[in-house]
């Protein structure tokens, strides 16, 4: 949801925010969309209790953010209602979800902006490939009457361009791991 504090501040030039996009006077432009997406280490694709479909996340740990509910939408999502959505540690910082997703403490649900570089990196996999659409996304948000000027406008162009070659590059990592 877009709060009415997201506001750009005069000295300020441009901002990344996060939510629906909807910043009256602002200039909004769409970086990345947000999808919520299972991750765990590697290791957890093994062994006894090996993590092969949405329904064995039953025997497994979940990672919370503490800002964020979301397995409960997830399983709902996908019909798993044996699934105790309440079990396991909630974390204060979503990089910290991930950290211990890394170190094999369990199974995360992740903003795939940030699991990205783990992802790319081999420390995190995608066991399955069903993920959570999110309504939110990140935008690169000015003030509108001074979107064309020199420094912002060649900004502007930069992040847009690397945004969008992130996404072609996401797209093969996520298809590369099953999604």
Not at 169 to 175: G, K, L, Q, T
Request: include cysteine; glycine fraction near 6%.
């Amino acid at each position: 949801m877009d709060r009415q504090e997201d506001k750009l501040a005069d000295d300020v030039d441009v901002a990344i925010f996060y939510g629906r996009g909807n910043w009256p006077g602002l200039r909004v432009e769409k970086l990345y969309a947000e999808y919520l997406l299972p991750v765990c280490s590697p290791l957890l694709l093994t062994g006894d209790k090996a993590l092969k479909t949405p329904a064995d996340l039953a025997q497994h740990t979940l990672l919370h953010d503490a800002s964020r509910r979301d397995w409960q939408t997830y399983t709902r999502q996908l019909g798993l209602s044996h699934i105790n959505v309440q079990q396991g540690p909630i974390f204060s910082h979503s990089a910290m979800v991930l950290q211990a997703a890394i170190h094999g403490q369990g199974v995360a649900l992740a903003n795939n902006v940030m699991a990205q570089s783990e992802i790319e990196a081999g420390r995190l996999v995608c066991p399955f490939n069903d993920v959570l659409v999110s309504k939110n996304a990140f935008y690169l948000v000015c003030h509108d009457s001074q979107a064309e000027l020199g420094k912002i406008a060649a900004f502007r162009q930069w992040i847009l361009a690397k945004a969008a070659s992130d996404k072609k590059n996401s797209a093969f990592v996520m298809n590369n791991n099953y999604l």
